[in-house]
């Protein structure tokens, strides 16, 4: 590997806490064809000047990194999954095989998903579809360029092997995933250690937190669930205004960073529709799309219920009291980012969010077309009465950014599940991967006029 002596950083901080994890191998695979490397993300952490053979070795065998962790761990977790509580739980297809500071100097994690069986497979063969890695790209891709805090997928490489699915035609490809994140530290974690009644590893845990992921040199958990409060309630303000639904917001898939990450049956709302969900086994729409601030706070207040252990009962309930202000303040914020109008900072932006989101609701316009015309603050004049609420609401903001004339003559970029399969199609048939780099293209496209 080439040297990196100021970009690429070690710093394997999580070997200090042995009770997280177990030291796993990583799955021998067939073959290793990459799909996907995403340099941009790999430049932040001092990896984008790896040859496509050292990638591979790196990043697909799992050689370790030069001064990083010299094994694989899988994560050890709890978590509530439906609100149901289960002690199961762990990396079961996944691990971390190395940390590393990024160019501001946060810590970052290099993950898996289908990177084989681990002590917490259960029944499962550790492995994922392609199918799967390439809707993990799509997302993570779209989210980053929507303003949301999301893991980032680093590697797509496919791994010769044939995989039996029951929601696929089967057998189907498989590939193993690398995603660059802040952290891997669940609310699930602190779960498992509550449970065990594990109070030394728990304050073990708030420090290696504040210390790593919020570079807070202080100890108190009530700290810690506060900055959590604050950065879980950005995450659902900015699902929220990317139309986004994660489908599967369980404890053990909430990071403490506030960074979203392990993407399965997501899709994006093509409407303003608080019933909508994603997951089809979600059908009591426990995590439908106008149930996910509630579904992130409820999962915030088990993190406070896990903090017991180490803190008393009425700092940790006036911290949590904060997610619901701060969720308005940061949906606010998120809402007139994606209008691209400077904020004025009282009451008219939240007038202004309320006022947003009801005539979207009322009106069911096209979420994508919508968010791409009112960019700037305009309510185009043929669009009718029915929107005459926002006009009026509008009056007075200044917009944010000029309209890139090259992005907004053309049509909006959005990511509908019709799209992603057309997307996956050509690739199932006949191996065409032209249509899924053009969308990464124009993601990222989006993204810059939108910055």
Not at 221 to 239: C, K, N, Q, S, W
Not at 353 to 373: H, I, N, Y
């Amino acid at each position: 590997m080439p040297e990196h002596p100021q970009a690429y950083r070690p710093d394997p901080a999580i070997a200090s806490l042995p009770a997280l994890w177990d030291e796993v191998a990583p799955a021998d695979f067939p073959a290793t064809t990459l799909r996907f490397r995403n340099d941009r993300a790999a430049a932040q952490v001092g990896l984008d000047t790896l040859s496509d053979a050292e990638w591979i070795a790196r990043l697909a065998r799992f050689d370790p990194l030069p001064g990083n962790l010299p094994r694989p761990l899988a994560l050890r977790y709890h978590g509530h999954q439906f609100r149901s509580y289960n002690p199961d739980l762990g990396d079961g297809r996944g691990f971390t095989f190395a940390q590393l500071r990024d160019g501001t100097g946060r810590l970052m994690d290099l993950g898996t998903k289908g990177s084989g069986q681990t002590p917490y497979s259960r029944f499962g063969d550790g492995r994922l579809t392609l199918k799967g890695g390439v809707r993990e790209v799509l997302a993570t891709e779209m989210l980053e360029a929507l303003g949301v805090p999301t893991s980032r997928t680093l590697s797509l490489v496919e791994t010769g092997e044939a995989l039996e699915r029951g929601d696929e035609p089967s057998p189907t490809r498989s590939a193993v995933l690398v995603r660059l994140s802040h952290g891997h530290i669940r609310i699930g974690s602190f779960q498992r250690l509550a449970f065990e009644r594990d109070a030394d590893t728990m304050r073990a845990l708030v420090g290696y937190v504040l210390h790593n992921l919020y570079r807070d040199d202080g100890d108190d958990p009530v700290r810690l669930l506060t900055l959590v409060v604050e950065r879980t309630a950005r995450l659902a303000g900015r699902y929220m205004a990317a139309g986004f639904v994660h489908g599967v917001l369980n404890s053990d898939n909430i990071n403490v960073t506030g960074e979203s990450f392990d993407y399965g049956p997501w899709r994006f709302a093509p409407t303003w529709d608080p019933g909508f969900t994603a997951a089809y086994f979600d059908q009591t729409g426990l995590y439908a799309f106008g149930r996910q601030p509630e579904a992130i706070g409820w999962d915030v207040m088990q993190l406070a219920a896990s903090l017991r252990l180490v803190a008393e009962s009425q700092p940790l309930i006036e911290a949590l009291d904060g997610f619901a202000p701060a969720y308005e303040r940061e949906v606010t914020a998120a809402l007139l980012w994606r209008l691209g109008v400077v904020p004025r900072g009282d009451a008219a932006d939240r007038a202004l969010a309320a006022t947003l989101e009801t005539t979207l609701r009322t009106t069911a316009a096209p979420l994508d077309r919508a968010w791409f015309d009112l960019f700037g603050g305009g309510v185009p004049a043929a669009w009718g009465p029915e929107w005459d609420a926002l006009r009026a609401a509008l009056a007075g903001y200044a917009p944010r950014k000029p309209r890139d004339a090259a992005y907004w003559s053309g049509e909006p970029c959005a990511m509908l599940i019709d799209e992603v399969e057309a997307i996956w199609a050509p690739i199932a048939q006949g191996d065409d991967w032209s249509r899924f780099h053009a969308k990464v293209a124009a993601i990222r496209a989006m993204g810059e006029a939108l910055a």
